[in-house]
């Protein structure tokens, strides 16, 4: 299970902290992504934190969010900075490790003046 928290509204240029809370299986031996979608949109990848650590980016967003787990509380989170109102979607946190795969409820952002 993976829960989402952190959400909400924000005014461009401004931050958030999302948070992602896992349980019922082994969080260190999955990978762990977030991903958005906007409304009218794909659902598409925001950033990957892999098991030893690494991180990748989805270009837009490189620079401005970070990803970090912890595998001793089992949760990810992803820190947004000078958001954007295109950054407006619904957040989802993902776990994989094939052919395994888990996704949270979503959490809404809203970036918007």
């Known amino acids: 299970q993976l829960v989402e928290s952190g959400g909400g509204l924000v005014q461009p240029g401004g931050s958030l902290r999302l948070s992602c809370a896992a349980s019922?299986?082994?969080?260190?031996?999955?990978?762990m992504s977030w991903y958005r979608q906007a409304p009218g949109k794909e659902r598409e990848l925001v950033a990957t934190i892999t098991t030893g650590g690494s991180t990748n980016y989805a270009d837009s967003v490189k620079g401005r969010f970070t990803i970090s787990r912890d595998n001793a509380k089992n949760t990810v989170d992803l820190q947004l900075i000078g958001l954007k109102p295109e950054d407006t979607a619904v957040y989802y946190c993902n776990a994989e490790n094939r052919p395994w795969r888990y996704w949270g409820q979503g959490t809404q952002v809203t970036v918007s003046s």
């Open positions: 019922g299986f082994t969080f260190r031996a999955y990978a």
